[in-house]
């Protein structure tokens, strides 16, 4: 065993090339669970634009409008605390798993894997057979089987690619919306047209060309896992204990001389990032449990038995005591339900009508009235985030005071902001130093009502 | 099929057929590019960039190295006799101890726009004078280029210099 692991890519040769990864394949006891999870989930991601929940898609990130529609609740840009709940939830929600089940995310659901390894490499493995034989198609010159089997496989995923981006884009701007864009010319609808392009190139940089690299040098998720992983957080990882000394029985020697790693690589050529699982825990492994497929199928050909590479915690590989119970799950999972409560609670009240009382900068500060009375002229600023329409009304309990709205009480429409002027007239008698606060209750149809403090102006004679 | 029927049909495939398009022109685009590349200027695509990057990175090494050890490098040429040749002593002078021991000493001498008299020779020590060396040398009048290399146990470090011959 060499110690280049340690210090260098396994995917980099020494003089810097990339090797490029063709990793066979083994369907197992993992591969058919992974299998259908991947199908599911793209299947999930195809349809959700098409589903709709109270009238509205399912799923609509309008970022165009700054509204978000999630199963029918539709939030708006001004709904940041449910923003940073559910950013926390999820961070934390990355924690507790993180340190549960180390990367199962990354071997079972993370897109680059289900994309790559249910998508795009079988096409691949289709037109230009299996790894072998691609290894092959890639070193022979281009003649006319090469030219139409790389042709084939890049238009086949490029039409692929499409669907995929144009059901992404379908999220932001509404799948029928989308749909009626693609009946137009291109020309009509350029940003949403060269976006489709875009992320056609960004998939076919990724899938056709970056792949594991994504994971091995970029992916932030990865980076993440030395301090979100310890020795009692699950992994894939090999039995040392039990394979070592590794190697074939030579004449003789005893099999008894022997751990139970035959060695013959097959778990380093099913590896989708092409690294040899036996070097240890690396930050390279995705966790694909490709390996443990491989691994078993040789065991059982062997007559030993399974799991020698296998799901298992760094302290169960070792032969310790494991601990799926640690301070660190309790606690990232009570921030967890703490998280998952507060939004919850917040969801479950929340308040579908926002109003503000504001003074425009260019607005003169008062103006006095025939009558001898002041007026203040102020901005009533309504968010209706209801579905339906709702009327609001505006009132004070301070004597002497009157308000006035265009319409009391006044309409808005659901789904709509508008700004509407009032006008608080009052006695200069009430002014004290050219100041007078009152409180403005503002209700509407629905039972919403709020107390709102404003200060008024005036002479100060 | 009638007319309107087709057309109808169409307006269907418009985008597809655009970026179908699009990626063809693309790729004529790059094509053009790459023909254009490797028709005017053969010598701009490089066949082993890696080991070229790795061999300047050698040379970069033992410049920091000729750097690091302190050594100075003085180069004194005779004037040349009819068939060119001229002495070439070299005073390695060091401004760090203890001394380097060197194992050997080469020079490499060439001319910018004239690589017929390119030659690398081995430089000879003087005896009982630390860090002298010579050799005769076949250098015709102009500007010359030297690496002098420096060969110790702890690695090699270069030395350039430049000098006009009369
Ligand atoms: S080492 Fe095994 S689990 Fe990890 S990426 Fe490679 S095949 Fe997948
Ligand atoms: S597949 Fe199993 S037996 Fe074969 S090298 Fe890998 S660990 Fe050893």
Redo the contacts between chains.
């Keep these: 065993m060499t110690d280049t692991f340690r210090d260098t890519l396994y995917t980099i040769d020494h003089s810097g090339r990339r090797k490029w990864v063709y990793p066979s394949l083994v369907r197992g006891r993992l591969y058919w669970p992974r299998f259908v999870v991947a199908y599911i989930l793209m299947l999930v991601y195809l349809v959700m634009p098409w589903i709709k929940v109270a009238g509205q898609q399912a799923i609509f990130l309008n970022i165009v409008n700054r509204r978000f529609v999630f199963f029918g609740v539709e939030f708006w840009a001004t709904d940041t605390f449910y923003l940073f709940l559910v950013l926390g939830g999820l961070a934390i929600a990355l924690f507790f798993f993180t340190s549960l089940f180390g990367r199962l995310w990354c071997g079972w659901a993370c897109p680059e894997t289900v994309f790559l390894e249910f998508l795009f490499r079988p096409i691949e493995r289709a037109i230009e057979g299996n790894s072998a034989q691609r290894l092959r198609l890639d070193q022979q010159p281009w003649n006319f089987t090469k030219i139409w089997k790389k042709l084939l496989k890049h238009g086949l995923c490029a039409f692929f690619a499409w669907i995929l981006a144009s059901t992404f884009l379908a999220y932001f701007i509404g799948a029928e919306t989308l749909i009626q864009m693609m009946q137009g010319s291109p020309t009509d609808n350029l940003v949403p047209f060269s976006l489709t392009i875009i992320f056609m190139g960004l998939m076919g940089f990724q899938f056709g060309w970056f792949r594991e690299q994504f994971c091995t040098v970029l992916c932030p998720y990865a980076r993440f896992q030395s301090v979100l992983m310890d020795s009692n957080s699950l992994v894939v990882g090999y039995d040392s204990v039990r394979g070592e000394p590794r190697g074939k029985a030579k004449k003789g020697q005893s099999d008894q001389e022997l751990g139970d790693c035959v060695d013959c690589g097959l778990c380093v050529r099913v590896c989708p990032t092409g690294i040899d699982i036996r070097n240890g825990m690396q930050l390279e492994c995705i966790n694909c449990t490709a390996c443990i497929d491989a691994c078993d199928s040789i065991m059982q050909k062997l007559g030993r038995p399974l799991g020698l590479i296998r799901y298992d915690t760094e302290n169960g590989l070792n032969g310790e005591r494991r601990r799926i119970l640690r301070p660190r799950v309790f606690i990232y999972g009570f921030i967890l339900i703490a998280f998952l409560t507060a939004f919850a609670f917040k969801l479950n009240n929340r308040v579908l009508s926002e109003t503000q009382i504001i003074r425009g900068a260019r607005d003169v500060p008062y103006s006095a009235l025939a009558n001898g009375q002041i007026t203040n002229h102020l901005h009533l600023k309504i968010s209706n985030k209801s579905k339906q329409l709702r009327h609001y009304s505006v009132s004070t309990s301070e004597p002497g005071i009157s308000l006035l709205v265009p319409n009391s009480p006044y309409p808005v429409e659901p789904g709509l902001i508008v700004t509407t002027p009032l006008f608080v007239n009052f006695d200069k008698s009430k002014l004290n130093a050219g100041k007078l606060k009152i409180v403005i209750k503002i209700s509407d149809d629905s039972g919403y009502s709020e107390l709102r403090e404003v200060t008024l102006l005036g002479p100060d004679e | 099929m009638n007319n309107s029927s087709t057309l109808s049909k169409f ?2 495939y ?3 057929l ?2 179908v398009l ?2 063809i022109c693309l790729a004529i685009f790059h094509s053009f590019l790459l023909m254009t590349a490797f028709s005017k200027h053969p010598d701009a695509v490089d066949q082993a960039p ?2 070229k ?2 061999a300047y990175q050698q040379v970069i090494d033992k410049i920091e190295n000729a750097y690091v050890w302190g050594l100075k490098t003085e180069i004194s040429i005779s004037s040349a006799d009819p068939d060119n040749q001229r002495e070439v002593s070299v005073n390695i002078l060091e401004t760090k101890t203890p001394k380097l021991s060197i194992d050997k000493v080469t020079i490499r001498s060439f001319r910018a726009n004239d690589s017929s008299l390119d030659q690398e020779k081995e430089l000879n020590s003087v005896v009982g004078d630390y860090g002298n060396y010579r050799q005769i040398l076949n250098l015709p009048k102009g500007l010359w280029i030297f690496e002098i290399t420096i060969v110790t146990p702890q690695g090699e470090a270069l030395v350039k210099k430049q000098k006009f011959l009369s």
């Design positions: 307006q269907y418009k985008w597809p655009a970026i699009f990626f890696y080991e990057g790795i």
